[in-house]
């Protein structure tokens, strides 16, 4: 079974819409890691979140901002305010205890931000 | 800044060819890995480092081998390059050494590797 699901393969929305991205993960442990990284067409995947199985809180920096919800296994990216430069491919990711600092990746989902 | 380079943007093989995609970091992270990238599949793991001279088998090791002398290089070789080899090839490298886990790993920009 997947252990990261992004289920959205793909997304269009017009310059200034709100959108969310939806990660949700598989895992037995009860200390595991969520990341988010984003891909632009350069194709250098960019470092955007890390948050650790014990921290629920939401977090927000500017216009993105991460629900993460342990009882469903989510962990969701919001943009508010889309622009064209959002425009990228997000990856959301795992890491657990047992498999070391290795990550399992999501599928990505690609974003299009249309002007 | 963190910086994880990688020795071409654009490779074009032959099959049969052997292949080395080289990386480089230059934070002085213990750790580093090998991704592919595949449209639908994301990226997998094919192998990592945690150390000079010592490797571990990822997700997809098959067809590949590496190699890590120095503790800022990591080298991906296919020994025998295949068209099924034909992806998207990116390296990552992560502080702090073994026995801490879920540190952030830093991505170089890939390589694009064609084997025809």
């Known amino acids: 079974a997947q252990k990261v699901t992004q289920a959205q393969t793909e997304i269009s929305v017009v310059e200034k819409e709100d959108v969310t991205l939806d990660c949700v993960y598989e895992t037995r442990d009860t200390t595991y890691y969520l990341f988010w990284y984003k891909q632009p067409p350069s194709g250098e995947l960019v470092f955007l979140i890390r948050r650790n199985s014990f921290d629920e809180q939401n977090e927000i920096s500017g216009r993105y901002s991460w629900n993460f919800q342990k009882s469903t296994s989510s962990f969701n990216f919001t943009i508010t305010a889309s622009q064209v430069v959002d425009s990228a491919v997000y990856f959301c990711?795992?890491?657990?205890?047992?498999?070391?600092?290795?990550?399992?990746f999501g599928a990505g989902t690609i974003l299009r931000v249309k002007s | 800044d963190v910086k994880v380079t990688q020795s071409s943007r654009y490779l074009v093989k032959r099959t049969g060819e052997k292949v080395f995609l080289e990386c480089v970091q230059d934070m002085d992270h213990e750790n580093m890995f090998w991704y592919r990238q595949d449209p639908g599949l994301g990226l997998r793991l094919i192998y990592f480092s945690y150390d000079v001279k010592m490797k571990e088998k990822g997700d997809i090791p098959e067809g590949y081998s590496v190699s890590r002398e120095k503790k800022e290089r990591f080298s991906l070789i296919l020994e025998s390059a295949s068209t099924n080899q034909t992806s998207m090839y990116l390296c990552?490298?992560?502080?702090?050494?073994?026995?801490?886990?879920?540190?952030?790993?830093?991505f170089g920009p890939g390589t694009r590797l064609l084997v025809l």
């Open positions: 990711a795992l890491s657990e205890m047992e498999y070391g600092n290795k990550l399992v």
């Open positions: 990552a490298s992560s502080f702090p050494p073994t026995g801490v886990r879920g540190e952030t790993q830093y």
